[in-house]
């Protein structure tokens, strides 16, 4: 094999990419001129052997003449996903030093890091955007043996945390071996129409709707990376464009089923088959898609270390729903030595190991992770398996995953698919979190199914009917949703930093950084258990806080800086948590300004001012008098309180009642100072239980001091600054004037 015939005809006239989000298409013509145009693109940036070339991109047809100019002059191509996390991409940039950048999109914060390399904006609309002149065309024998042997030409970085990411190196010889089984095994044909619509900077879709699809001359369409959006309208495409195969996903094939109960409602009798890979496919999922949509479904078993797929589901009567299918193109055992000491294991279950030409050359610039995952040049998966009479795999669990408890090892896959069978659940994960008792503890997180009386009750039942005592979980934990990764897996360790409260804990942390606290809140075990609620959920919670009114009928510069302060405060809370959890709104005050004797036009004016500036920030508002009639609080029945020898009494004994004053005073309250002070009294007194209710379950944040905790509504509360650090200092008092 001493070249890499995937662009075997230069001029050919047939169908290479459709981009159904440009309404273009392209030949296998073009991409070889889009391909050599590129490759002088980068020669003149003296781009050589051994470079990296990085290309930020979800999905677009650019990848592959990127790929095939890296190729030309023995760079790499390393996709990464523009949404990243910026910590995560700065120290991959810095691991790399890549020549060129490449994008279709970034984040406006990557800016930074991107400065001193050499950035060049996609044309998302043409694939061939750069592609200025036919170049100086590929020479025939410019993949020599090296090449395919042994130089890498893709780096696909898995998952991980800001340091600890690793760049999966895959060869060309890799490449072509995978490319080559994979077109060969599905029996890929010149011109099939195949739909992508998974992310390009993992490996699926640059492989089974990528470089095999081009090995076979088939017909790419390429879409939006599956969303809602996309999910919508799929049958539609599918009909529109007789699509004849689908890559897909287990949990793309999930949420079809749930979006169309009834089928698919389109001619859909153009698709022969389904590759479905990245995750275990269940069986009952498998066998419903099948049955409701006809669709055949394949799937296959395999890491980014072997290029995709190590196994494949037979397209014959060897085809099983209990089994990854059959090694294919590569050589593959067992290994019992890591799991000798376990009772919970069926007989034959080892470690599955893999050797063969599309096992990685190894973890770029990471020779030590690359020695930990080999053994003997064959390539430790990390996965349990067994390999059946058949010569089939099935894949048991995961070995990092495994549960010791008092020194048992428990598969938590085996408990899954138990508690999967009961009726009220929709989803579980199981995994082992540290105990200082029993080494690990194992815990059961469920996503219920709606509709049922008591369900927890009715899975936890069931679960001790099904489940063994060696299984049985330590803990249930029921959930709204899982956080999941781009392919729709289960992030495991997300879901433990949010069960054992890790990220409840880095929230806090940034409630307690300087820049924001003002004073140390004493509800911080209140505040975990809000943000334990909604981090297990689908639900977001709020950080409620009064904002109030003076004699000023628009906003300033001083109210700007106080919501820009809580807007880096709500990011860098939705930064810990992964996710959107947290949102912030504002209560209006117009109550209290009518004790301080603002105007109502006044205040009518001034909080349209602030309502437009929180729409700019993403910020909810509510009036103060809305809460107030929602529960039924009226203020002159509040009012009519002031004389009683209750209210009397609890003035004087009131230990606030001189900051009540002085601040009457210093609005302007000259002549009754202290009558002002007690109607605001009334009136705080009187809604601290209506605003407590209304913000059950929220984080109240305020700029006053925890001296004002007794008057305050009952609420986890945090204390954070106003404009000045150590101050309570309001903005909607700076700068009043009365007329």
């Known amino acids: 094999m001493n070249q890499f015939p995937f662009l075997r005809h230069p001029s050919g006239h047939r169908t290479f990419l459709s981009d159904l989000k440009n309404a273009r298409s392209y030949s296998y013509g073009d991409l070889h001129h889009a391909s050599a145009s590129l490759a002088s693109f980068l020669r003149n940036r003296s781009v050589a052997s051994g470079d990296k070339i990085v290309y930020f991109t979800v999905n677009s047809g650019f990848f592959f003449p990127l790929f095939f100019a890296c190729a030309a002059t023995k760079a790499a191509l390393v996709p990464l996903n523009p949404h990243m996390h910026v910590d995560e991409l700065n120290n991959i940039l810095k691991q790399l030093a890549p020549k060129i950048i490449f994008y279709d999109e970034i984040q406006a914060d990557l800016k930074g890091i991107l400065s001193g390399f050499e950035v060049v904006p996609v044309d998302g609309k043409n694939m061939l955007c750069l592609a200025s002149g036919r170049g100086d065309g590929f020479s025939k024998d410019f993949f020599d043996k090296e090449d395919i042997d042994g130089r890498v030409a893709l780096i696909i970085y898995t998952s991980g945390t800001t340091t600890n990411s690793k760049g999966v190196g895959l060869t060309y010889k890799n490449l072509y071996a995978m490319a080559l089984q994979l077109s060969s095994f599905y029996d890929y044909k010149e011109g099939q129409r195949f739909l992508s619509m998974l992310p390009f900077y993992q490996i699926n879709a640059p492989m089974i709707t990528g470089l095999a699809c081009i090995l076979a001359e ?84 395999g890491l980014t270390e072997t290029t995709t797929w190590v196994t494949m589901t037979p397209r014959d009567a060897r085809k099983r729903y209990d089994t990854a299918g059959i090694p294919v193109g590569c050589e593959l055992r067992v290994d019992p030595a890591m799991l000798s000491l376990s009772d919970a294991m069926p007989p034959g279950c080892g470690e599955v190991l893999v050797k063969g030409d599309i096992v990685m050359k190894g973890y770029w610039g ?3 992770a690359t020695r930990a995952v080999f053994m003997d040049g064959w390539l430790r998966t990390g996965d349990v398996g067994l390999i059946d009479q058949d010569g089939q795999l099935v894949i048991v669990g995961r070995i990092k995953n495994i549960i010791k408890r008092k020194g048992q090892l428990i598969v938590p896959e085996d408990i899954d698919v138990v508690i999967g069978r009961c009726s009220f659940v929709a989803e579980s994960c199981t995994f082992g979190v540290p105990d200082e008792i029993l080494g690990e503890k194992v815990v059961s997180a469920c996503i219920l199914k709606e509709g049922a009386d008591n369900p927890e009750q009715h899975v936890l039942d069931f679960s001790r009917e099904k489940l063994s005592q060696h299984n049985f979980p330590d803990e249930f934990i029921f959930c709204g949703c899982f956080p999941k990764n781009d392919v729709g897996k289960v992030n495991l360790r997300k879901l433990k930093e949010y069960v054992t409260g890790q990220t409840s804990r880095e929230i806090v942390a940034v409630l307690d950084k300087a820049r924001y606290r003002k004073a140390k809140t004493p509800d911080v075990n209140a505040i ?59 209560i209006l005050a117009d109550i209290h300004g009518r004790c301080n004797l603002v105007p109502e036009a006044t205040a009518r004016n001034y909080f349209n001012a602030i309502i437009n500036e929180c729409r700019k920030r993403d910020f909810e508002c509510v009036y103060l ?58 009136v705080m007194s009187a809604e601290r239980d209506v605003v407590a209710r209304y913000g059950v379950g929220n984080v109240f944040f305020t700029h006053n001091d925890p001296a004002y905790r007794i008057i305050s509504p009952p609420l986890p509360t945090i204390y954070i600054h106003s404009i000045k650090s150590g101050t309570s200092e309001k903005p909607w008092f700076m700068g009043n004037t009365r007329e």
Request: glycine letters at 8%.
């Open 218 to 301: 088939a017909h790419i369409f390429i879409d939006d990376v599956y969303g809602f959006i996309l999910a919508r309208n799929l049958w539609n495409i599918v009909e529109h464009n007789r699509i004849q195969v689908l890559s897909v996903t287990p949990s793309i094939m999930a949420s079809l089923l749930a979006l169309y109960p009834e089928g698919a409602g389109k001619d859909i009798t153009s698709v022969q088959y389904a590759l479905v890979g990245t995750a275990q496919l269940k069986p009952n999922i498998w066998r419903d898609f099948e049955d409701r949509f006809h669709v055949p479904c394949y799937q296959g078993y």
């Open 625 to 682: 008098s809305d809460i107030w009639s929602g529960h039924g609080l009226v203020l002159d029945d509040v009012f009519r309180e002031l004389d009683t020898q209750e209210f009397q009494q609890a003035w004087a004994c009131f230990p606030l009642k001189d900051r009540f004053m002085k601040q009457a005073k210093g609005l302007g309250m000259h002549q009754d100072v202290e009558a002002g002070a007690r109607k605001y009294f009334a």
């Open 366 to 368: 990471n020779a030590e």
């Open 528 to 586: 975990v258990d809000i943000l334990q609620s909604a981090l297990l959920s689908r639900e977001h919670f709020y950080l409620l806080g009064f904002w109030g009114v003076g004699y000023r009928q628009d906003a300033n510069e001083n109210d700007g800086a106080v919501l820009d302060n809580l807007r880096k405060l709500l990011d860098e809370i939705n930064k810990a948590a992964g996710k959107p959890v947290a949102r912030i709104r504002l």
